[in-house]
């Protein structure tokens, strides 16, 4: 079965030059040119991943309403930002808001699928043959690989796909300090270290809301990130 990838863009020669790259390795693509539009289309059924832009029609902010919108619906849904708007304060909101990745309009269309295309392996993580880890488990946490589902002291964590990869990659060898290079590895994206420091201040946050005495990401300045041992 092919999957299924839905992009929200205002646009339509934007749009079709999308679909039509997208269509070419295979995927089925449904476009969207408004809000209203797609949210129609998703109350009836959700995409495999969704492409947004930010300013939408007569709604200037319109795709980051959306994904607020599909990250309540699915914590693990696949959201890509595609936008001319590319300031640090849009990245950083976009980020926030639970998208896995941002990129500007600017991207050449082989860069898009191959974003898309590693999105999607990350999916299929669980699929794949061979032994690996299926659950870690370390204080509080408990890490759940074939579920992409991570709790704290019980209660579930909605992490994104790009958050359960990183936090993946810190508690595999917990005490061990992962630069921002391998945690992108780990996540299969390619951002500047800002972005991977919002990523990380997010994952924080997130544990935060679950338990305000969360303190078990430790940042080594100039080095990167560890998990505390």
């Not at 924080?204 to 990167?224: M, N, Q, W, Y």
Request: charged share 30%.
């Amino acid at each position: 079965m092919s999957r299924i990838i839905a992009i929200v863009e205002d646009e339509p020669d934007l749009r079709a030059n999308y679909e039509d790259a997208l269509r070419r390795y295979g995927y089925e693509v449904c476009g969207y040119a408004d809000r209203a539009t797609a949210m129609q289309a998703f109350a009836l059924r959700l995409p495999d991943l969704v492409i947004i832009d930010v300013g939408l029609g007569d709604e200037p902010e319109g795709g980051f309403e959306l994904c607020r919108h599909l990250r309540a619906r699915s914590p693990a849904l696949p959201i890509l930002f595609l936008t001319a708007r590319d300031s640090d304060l849009d990245v950083i909101s976009g980020l926030r808001l639970g998208a896995d990745d941002y990129l500007g309009k600017a991207t050449s269309l082989p860069q898009l699928t191959a974003r898309v295309a590693a999105l999607f392996r990350r999916i299929d993580v669980q699929r794949q043959p061979g032994p690996r880890e299926q659950v870690i488990s370390l204080r509080g946490l408990r890490l759940e690989v074939e579920r992409l589902r991570v709790t704290w002291n019980g209660t579930e964590v909605p992490l994104t796909l790009t958050e359960f990869w990183m936090v993946h990659a810190l508690v595999r060898h917990p005490g061990h300090v992962r630069s921002r290079g391998q945690l992108m590895r780990e996540a299969e994206i390619e951002v500047d270290d800002a972005t991977v420091t919002s990523h990380i201040k997010r994952i924080r946050r997130k544990f935060e809301a679950v338990d305000p005495a969360f303190a078990e990401i430790d940042t080594v300045h100039g080095a990167g990130y560890r998990w505390r041992p």
